[in-house]
């Protein structure tokens, strides 16, 4: 009776027990292999009546061992797992993550902008010739601008040597790319600049970003949509606003200062709206002779300049309120306000992070 | 420049507010920095009359005033100042107002005994004056209940605006108000210049010696002057420019000076010994100026002087020794014209600046010397009296009449702003151009003004920037294309790289400590004028920038440092991009699982570096190392990366212990250097890259172990068996090493690559041999 079988299986309490009912069943003396082997011993028609029985009694004693033996193999797994608890809110290994500081991220931000508007990087030296840094700017000796720029000055190495400044402007970059590639020119010129002036709001390093566009038909009102499309797309929002002042700098003419609409957000100031005006960059059409200076014919060329302060920008845009620190190198201060690796900016992805 | 409103409607007539009035001025590029009333602290002052004045009962020296302010209720006032009496006008405070000269609010209060309402105010209380010796006494016609500032005209707003240095013309009110008439707000009124007629030869001869610096001197002496404070009007304009009022001589040279931004001396003649003479400085003359201070005088530098000794540096200050006086009878007065140059070159040698020296080195009006005098001693006969000597004339003012060809299409073509040429013509007009047809002349006062370029900023800023269109730059059809060169795609994949690595970029001064640089090869840039000892030579190197900020963050608490820097190192030939990392502190910190914290080591660094060379395109693969990085490492733990026997494209290892007290550089700290522009450009290469199918039979790996002689460096052992079959060995890992009595053992995986057919047993067999064989060339043995 197959049922009495699966019994004697269902009985057993332990994978031994198990074994020792398989091997009484099963085994080569046990009581199903006997039967197995009496129907050799029959005569054709009982063996046909006998066989599908004893064959379907082996599978369901088969079937009924492998599935008590895997119960067995289960509840023992179970009880050797209720053994291996650990705690898992102890801590994971420390993992380190570093930072983008936030100039770069946001000199990477202005490539990207200008990419965009067709606008490549160009670089230069920090070390200038007083030529590059002033006089070919229209900034001859004794220009009061000169002064006013509070330069670094070099010593000269050999006597005699004019001596050299460290550029108080990225503008030096602008005769550099006009008579290194030529018009027209779409640049901008990010970079380290220096002026001999510390206080709570100066230091005497910082970065500046400046862009420069020389073509044949470039007016102020292409300056014009260029920063705004700029600022618009730099501080992502659509509701800054810009106005423009006539000012002077001795290598634009004419000359614009742009002042960009500010709002109060839970007592800070931000760029956009405008509940107030805060001067932001200086521009203008590129002077005639600053033209000239990068060898080209300014009856044929004119174009355009901008500059700007990049740690003033990072400021304006992500809310820091010293200056100082962003050369400290403290890594408080990295961790807060610095990058994480794959925040790259991105025009699908926004070019804020 | 700071003038009121009132000053400014000397010269404009408008009835356009004072608000309006600083809109325009910013819109046309005189910027208002700042827009201020002085009446608004005074607003709630009235005029008041003292109905009756009686003793105080409980106190000698307090009266208790009746006081009729206008609100039709007699108000009672308790007074302490002795010129209060009955029928008198003054100026009355009620309770809750702020009383700016003792810094106080008015309350009702009972003063021993009796109520005071308010109070009648001392010019000190109210910071009009000095005097305190009574409350203030108006004439009988004041009005009473009026406001107090409206009727003593204190009501004045005060502009201050930004002139930019090319507008020498705005450095006077004046100029101001012409540039506010063309932009259509008020009229210029007509310049009054009085006639003066001298009634004796000057007395005081007047000689150029320095045309260049000096090229016109206008003089003339006044006789018999009374010197003494200016008239009330003078001073309450000068004030309101912010300048002290000190005499009426000196009061009215301001005057001149900020009103038609032309400067001008007084000298008291009694003072001065023989004629005035426009020199050169000699060679270490000196002169005590106005200022109180000795400046030595260099001979490019024009001076005044008489027979005996320098009265003025030209242009810039006056001396002490000839300055007017209240005692001054005579005085001679110098309008002259220095040239710019000269004055901004002394004026920024000398570290001196004035009023005066502002105006000149932007460039004075050099039509203006004979008005401008004329001016001058109009005011000082109306005002001191005196008798005018004749005109004393030297040189000749560099009058220039320039002429510039105008297209007035190059307003919209350049300022991309559309305005017809008639208003064109007419803005220009305004501003005092002389049009005839194309050609415009430039006026005197307008030094700036030199080309079309300056035309159309002077049209586009009357008209308004404002009004400039916002215009799209062309745009090349597609997507835009890629701008960024290679090397700085390689600095900022490197740059993400070393964040993503766990490393915070800092960024740290250019300019150094000359000790620092000193102790890195030294500086071949030294800053002639450094803000400090600290900031004083171009870094040679990242590295101590980085050593100070890791020093300064360990101080804080931190426990591990991990810096990296990207930036340019200032050798003598030119700039090196350069990147450099540190780490100092913990590797990783104590922890339940890994134990004790375990430190950096050179190979943390050595890590790093090769990480950031392959980010940067260098050909890791082909770096060797050299045990040469230099003095400021570890001589026996640091090294070199060359590609080839000369490119070095990097320096890693442990910092050289002596740092720690030359640089206070962190015990143990691990650096890197990767010298950016030394890495070779890869070769260019399509996009595609090269054909490969994983191979379809298994690699195997076989493990060797050789001693090796000690100075073996490993890396040769490594190369030397991947040589022996380079095509069927494509990696060689070192996975063990330990001394053995017999000398040093180094393990290694070799894996071998099967191309279309598996290795037999003795292919396999005949690989081991060479292996062995690459080893033992280099004095390795295998280990049996």
Redesign the interface.
Same mark, same amino acid.
């Not at chain 1, 009061?144 to 000055?153: C, G, L, N, S, V």
């Not at chain 2, 003063?111 to 409350?135: A, F, K, N």
């Not at chain 2, 400039?468 to 790289?497: F, K, M, W």
């Given at each position: 009776m197959p049922d009495a079988l699966l019994d004697r299986i269902a009985a057993t309490r332990d994978l031994q027990e198990l074994e020792s009912v398989r091997v009484a069943l099963l085994g080569k003396s046990g009581e199903i292999t006997a039967k197995l082997k009496s129907l050799g011993t029959m005569d054709p028609d009982a063996r046909a009546a006998e066989a599908p029985k004893i064959h379907a009694e082996r599978e369901a004693v088969t079937t009924a061992i492998a599935e008590r033996k895997a119960a067995f193999e289960t509840a023992e797994l179970d009880r050797r797992l209720a053994t291996e608890t650990i705690d898992l809110s102890l801590p994971a290994p420390d993992s380190v993550s570093g930072t983008v500081h936030p100039v770069s991220q946001v000199m990477d931000e202005l490539a990207e902008i200008f990419a965009d508007l067709g606008f490549s990087v160009a670089e230069g030296p920090e070390i200038e010739t007083q030529w590059y840094n002033f006089t070919a700017l229209n900034m001859p000796e004794n220009h009061p601008a000169r002064a006013m720029q509070d330069t670094f000055y070099l010593e000269p190495r050999t006597p005699g040597e004019e001596p050299y400044v460290l550029r108080t402007h990225t503008s030096p970059v602008q005769i550099r790319a006009g008579e290194s590639q030529g018009a027209p020119i779409y640049v901008i010129a990010p970079g380290r600049v220096y002026r001999s002036d510390s206080d709570a709001t100066h230091t005497p390093m910082f970065h500046q970003v400046e862009g420069f566009v020389i073509d044949k038909a470039i007016t102020l009102g292409h300056l014009k949509w260029t920063l705004e499309t700029f600022l618009k797309a730099f501080f992502e929002r659509d509701d800054v606003v810009l106005r423009m002042r006539p000012s002077y700098f001795p290598f634009t003419e004419p000359s614009a200062e742009v002042d960009v609409g500010w709002s109060l957000e839970k007592g800070r100031r931000v760029v956009g709206g405008c509940e107030g005006w805060m001067e932001v960059l200086g521009s203008g059409m590129v002077h005639p002779r600053v033209i000239a200076n990068c060898g080209l014919d300014p009856d044929e060329w004119q174009g355009f300049a901008f500059g700007c302060g990049i740690d003033r920008l990072a400021m304006l845009k992500y809310g820091m309120d010293d200056l100082r620190a962003f050369f400290d190198g403290d890594i408080r201060w990295l961790k807060h306000y610095g990058f994480r690796a794959l925040d790259v900016p991105t025009l699908s992805g926004g070019v804020g992070a | 420049m700071k003038f009121s409103l009132e000053w400014l409607k000397q010269h404009l007539d408008t009835n356009a507010s004072a608000e309006e009035i600083a809109d325009k001025l910013?819109?046309?590029?005189l910027?208002v920095e700042e827009l201020s009333n002085p009446a608004e602290a005074l607003a709630p002052f009235v005029v008041a009359k003292v109905l009756t004045a009686d003793k105080h009962p409980q106190a000698d020296k307090l009266q208790v005033l009746t006081v009729d302010a206008g609100t039709g209720e007699p108000i009672q006032v308790v007074c302490g100042a002795p010129n209060a009496h009955a029928g008198m006008l003054g100026v009355f405070g009620p309770p809750g107002t702020y009383i700016p000269g003792t810094d106080l609010t008015l309350k009702v209060a009972a003063i021993r005994g009796v109520d005071s309402r308010g109070m009648m105010c001392s010019s000190r209380e109210l910071e009009l004056g000095d005097d305190h010796s009574g409350i203030i006494e108006l004439p009988g016609d004041a009005p009473v209940g009026t406001a107090y500032t409206a009727y003593a005209g204190l009501d004045d707003p005060v502009f201050d605006v930004a002139v *930019? &240095?090319?507008?020498q013309d705005c450095m006077g009110v004046r100029g101001i108000a012409r540039d506010l008439a063309a932009a259509g707000i008020g009229r210029l009124k007509p310049l009054p210049v009085p006639q003066i007629e001298g009634s004796f030869p000057c007395p005081v001869p007047v000689r150029i010696e320095d045309p260049e610096g000096c090229p016109a001197f206008f003089g003339r002496a006044v006789k018999g002057v009374k010197n003494g404070p200016s008239p009330e009007w003078l001073q309450r304009r000068l004030k309101s420019a912010g300048q002290r009022p000190i005499s009426a001589l000196v009061d009215i040279t301001n005057y001149v000076m900020l009103d038609h931004g032309r400067p001008a001396h007084a000298y008291d003649i009694a003072k001065l010994s023989g004629g005035l003479t426009a020199r050169a400085a000699k060679p270490g003359e000196t002169v005590l100026a106005l200022n109180e201070k000795e400046y030595r005088l260099e001979p490019y530098m024009t001076v005044i002087a008489d027979d005996r000794q320098v009265h003025d540096i030209g242009g810039i200050m006056g001396g002490e020794d000839s300055g007017v006086s209240d005692a001054t009878a005579d005085v001679m007065l110098e309008v002259a014209y220095f040239t &710019?140059?000269?004055i901004?070159?002394t004026g920024?040698a000398l570290g001196l600046t004035s009023d005066a020296r502002s105006r000149f080195?932007?460039g004075v009006d050099p039509a203006f010397l004979e008005d401008g005098l004329a001016i001058l001693t109009g005011l000082i006969i109306d005002i001191c009296g005196g008798e005018p000597s004749a005109l004393e004339r030297i040189g000749h003012p560099p009058i220039e009449q320039r002429t510039i060809r105008f297209d007035f299409g190059r307003t919209?073509?350049?300022?991309?702003?559309d305005v017809p040429e008639a208003r064109q013509r007419e803005i220009l007009a305004s501003l005092g151009f002389a049009l005839d047809g194309a050609e415009v002349t430039v006026p005197t006062w307008r030094r700036?003004a030199e080309?079309p370029?300056?035309l159309?900023?002077e049209v !586009?800023?009357i008209t308004g920037?404002?009004q400039?269109? =916002?215009? &799209?730059?062309d745009?090349?059809p597609g997507v !835009?294309? &890629? $701008? /960024?060169?290679r090397s700085?795609l390689s600095e900022?994949r490197v740059?993400? *790289?070393? /964040?993503?690595?766990?490393?915070?970029?800092?960024? *740290?001064?250019?300019?150094i400590s000359e000790a620092e640089a000193n102790i890195f090869g030294g500086s071949?840039?030294?800053?002639? %004028?450094?803000?400090s000892e600290e900031?004083k030579v171009?870094r040679p190197s990242l590295l101590p920038?980085?050593i100070?900020?890791?020093r300064? %963050?360990l101080d804080?608490g !931190?426990d591990s440092?991990?810096?990296?820097e990207?930036?340019?190192r200032?050798l003598?030939d030119?700039?090196h991009p350069t990147l450099a990392l540190l780490l100092a502190g913990d590797r $990783?910190?104590r922890?339940?699982? =890994?134990g004790k914290a375990v430190r950096f080591t050179a190979f943390d660094a050595k890590a790093g570096a090769l990480a950031l060379l392959e980010a940067a395109g260098a050909p890791v693969d082909n770096l060797q190392v050299h045990p040469d990085a230099g003095p400021t490492w570890h001589p026996g733990r640091s090294a070199t990366l060359r590609l080839g026997p000369k490119t070095v494209v990097a320096s890693f290892g442990e910092l050289h212990p002596g740092l720690q007290r030359t640089l206070d550089a962190p015990a143990g700290a691990v650096a890197a250097e990767l010298y950016l522009d030394a890495i070779p450009a890869p070769r260019a290469s399509s996009r595609a890259r090269s054909a490969y199918a994983p191979p379809a039979l298994q690699a195997i790996s076989r493990d060797f172990a050789f001693v090796v002689p000690a100075d073996l460096p490993a890396d040769a052992l490594l190369r030397a068996i991947r040589g022996a079959d380079k095509a069927a060995i494509t990696a060689v890992r070192l996975f063990d090493r330990f001394q053995t009595p017999d000398g040093l053992s180094l393990a290694c995986e070799v894996t071998l690559q099967p191309a279309d057919k598996s290795f037999t047993d003795e292919q396999i067999s005949e690989i081991s041999k060479r292996i062995v064989a690459a080893a033992e060339k280099l004095g390795a043995k295998l280990r049996t």
């Amino acid at each position: 009776m197959p049922d009495a079988l699966l019994d004697r299986i269902a009985a057993t309490r332990d994978l031994q027990e198990l074994e020792s009912v398989r091997v009484a069943l099963l085994g080569k003396s046990g009581e199903i292999t006997a039967k197995l082997k009496s129907l050799g011993t029959m005569d054709p028609d009982a063996r046909a009546a006998e066989a599908p029985k004893i064959h379907a009694e082996r599978e369901a004693v088969t079937t009924a061992i492998a599935e008590r033996k895997a119960a067995f193999e289960t509840a023992e797994l179970d009880r050797r797992l209720a053994t291996e608890t650990i705690d898992l809110s102890l801590p994971a290994p420390d993992s380190v993550s570093g930072t983008v500081h936030p100039v770069s991220q946001v000199m990477d931000e202005l490539a990207e902008i200008f990419a965009d508007l067709g606008f490549s990087v160009a670089e230069g030296p920090e070390i200038e010739t007083q030529w590059y840094n002033f006089t070919a700017l229209n900034m001859p000796e004794n220009h009061p601008a000169r002064a006013m720029q509070d330069t670094f000055y070099l010593e000269p190495r050999t006597p005699g040597e004019e001596p050299y400044v460290l550029r108080t402007h990225t503008s030096p970059v602008q005769i550099r790319a006009g008579e290194s590639q030529g018009a027209p020119i779409y640049v901008i010129a990010p970079g380290r600049v220096y002026r001999s002036d510390s206080d709570a709001t100066h230091t005497p390093m910082f970065h500046q970003v400046e862009g420069f566009v020389i073509d044949k038909a470039i007016t102020l009102g292409h300056l014009k949509w260029t920063l705004e499309t700029f600022l618009k797309a730099f501080f992502e929002r659509d509701d800054v606003v810009l106005r423009m002042r006539p000012s002077y700098f001795p290598f634009t003419e004419p000359s614009a200062e742009v002042d960009v609409g500010w709002s109060l957000e839970k007592g800070r100031r931000v760029v956009g709206g405008c509940e107030g005006w805060m001067e932001v960059l200086g521009s203008g059409m590129v002077h005639p002779r600053v033209i000239a200076n990068c060898g080209l014919d300014p009856d044929e060329w004119q174009g355009f300049a901008f500059g700007c302060g990049i740690d003033r920008l990072a400021m304006l845009k992500y809310g820091m309120d010293d200056l100082r620190a962003f050369f400290d190198g403290d890594i408080r201060w990295l961790k807060h306000y610095g990058f994480r690796a794959l925040d790259v900016p991105t025009l699908s992805g926004g070019v804020g992070a | 420049m700071k003038f009121s409103l009132e000053w400014l409607k000397q010269h404009l007539d408008t009835n356009a507010s004072a608000e309006e009035i600083a809109d325009k001025l910013t819109a046309i590029g005189l910027e208002v920095e700042e827009l201020s009333n002085p009446a608004e602290a005074l607003a709630p002052f009235v005029v008041a009359k003292v109905l009756t004045a009686d003793k105080h009962p409980q106190a000698d020296k307090l009266q208790v005033l009746t006081v009729d302010a206008g609100t039709g209720e007699p108000i009672q006032v308790v007074c302490g100042a002795p010129n209060a009496h009955a029928g008198m006008l003054g100026v009355f405070g009620p309770p809750g107002t702020y009383i700016p000269g003792t810094d106080l609010t008015l309350k009702v209060a009972a003063i021993r005994g009796v109520d005071s309402r308010g109070m009648m105010c001392s010019s000190r209380e109210l910071e009009l004056g000095d005097d305190h010796s009574g409350i203030i006494e108006l004439p009988g016609d004041a009005p009473v209940g009026t406001a107090y500032t409206a009727y003593a005209g204190l009501d004045d707003p005060v502009f201050d605006v930004a002139v *930019t &240095p090319n507008r020498q013309d705005c450095m006077g009110v004046r100029g101001i108000a012409r540039d506010l008439a063309a932009a259509g707000i008020g009229r210029l009124k007509p310049l009054p210049v009085p006639q003066i007629e001298g009634s004796f030869p000057c007395p005081v001869p007047v000689r150029i010696e320095d045309p260049e610096g000096c090229p016109a001197f206008f003089g003339r002496a006044v006789k018999g002057v009374k010197n003494g404070p200016s008239p009330e009007w003078l001073q309450r304009r000068l004030k309101s420019a912010g300048q002290r009022p000190i005499s009426a001589l000196v009061d009215i040279t301001n005057y001149v000076m900020l009103d038609h931004g032309r400067p001008a001396h007084a000298y008291d003649i009694a003072k001065l010994s023989g004629g005035l003479t426009a020199r050169a400085a000699k060679p270490g003359e000196t002169v005590l100026a106005l200022n109180e201070k000795e400046y030595r005088l260099e001979p490019y530098m024009t001076v005044i002087a008489d027979d005996r000794q320098v009265h003025d540096i030209g242009g810039i200050m006056g001396g002490e020794d000839s300055g007017v006086s209240d005692a001054t009878a005579d005085v001679m007065l110098e309008v002259a014209y220095f040239t &710019p140059d000269r004055i901004a070159r002394t004026g920024q040698a000398l570290g001196l600046t004035s009023d005066a020296r502002s105006r000149f080195e932007r460039g004075v009006d050099p039509a203006f010397l004979e008005d401008g005098l004329a001016i001058l001693t109009g005011l000082i006969i109306d005002i001191c009296g005196g008798e005018p000597s004749a005109l004393e004339r030297i040189g000749h003012p560099p009058i220039e009449q320039r002429t510039i060809r105008f297209d007035f299409g190059r307003t919209k073509a350049l300022g991309g702003i559309d305005v017809p040429e008639a208003r064109q013509r007419e803005i220009l007009a305004s501003l005092g151009f002389a049009l005839d047809g194309a050609e415009v002349t430039v006026p005197t006062w307008r030094r700036d003004a030199e080309g079309p370029a300056d035309l159309v900023e002077e049209v !586009a800023r009357i008209t308004g920037y404002d009004q400039v269109p =916002s215009t &799209p730059l062309d745009r090349a059809p597609g997507v !835009a294309h &890629p $701008t /960024a060169t290679r090397s700085q795609l390689s600095e900022r994949r490197v740059r993400r *790289t070393a /964040a993503a690595r766990g490393l915070d970029e800092a960024v *740290t001064w250019s300019f150094i400590s000359e000790a620092e640089a000193n102790i890195f090869g030294g500086s071949d840039w030294v800053l002639a %004028n450094p803000i400090s000892e600290e900031l004083k030579v171009m870094r040679p190197s990242l590295l101590p920038g980085l050593i100070a900020a890791a020093r300064r %963050n360990l101080d804080r608490g !931190a426990d591990s440092v991990r810096l990296f820097e990207i930036g340019r190192r200032y050798l003598g030939d030119r700039e090196h991009p350069t990147l450099a990392l540190l780490l100092a502190g913990d590797r $990783t910190r104590r922890d339940w699982q =890994s134990g004790k914290a375990v430190r950096f080591t050179a190979f943390d660094a050595k890590a790093g570096a090769l990480a950031l060379l392959e980010a940067a395109g260098a050909p890791v693969d082909n770096l060797q190392v050299h045990p040469d990085a230099g003095p400021t490492w570890h001589p026996g733990r640091s090294a070199t990366l060359r590609l080839g026997p000369k490119t070095v494209v990097a320096s890693f290892g442990e910092l050289h212990p002596g740092l720690q007290r030359t640089l206070d550089a962190p015990a143990g700290a691990v650096a890197a250097e990767l010298y950016l522009d030394a890495i070779p450009a890869p070769r260019a290469s399509s996009r595609a890259r090269s054909a490969y199918a994983p191979p379809a039979l298994q690699a195997i790996s076989r493990d060797f172990a050789f001693v090796v002689p000690a100075d073996l460096p490993a890396d040769a052992l490594l190369r030397a068996i991947r040589g022996a079959d380079k095509a069927a060995i494509t990696a060689v890992r070192l996975f063990d090493r330990f001394q053995t009595p017999d000398g040093l053992s180094l393990a290694c995986e070799v894996t071998l690559q099967p191309a279309d057919k598996s290795f037999t047993d003795e292919q396999i067999s005949e690989i081991s041999k060479r292996i062995v064989a690459a080893a033992e060339k280099l004095g390795a043995k295998l280990r049996t």
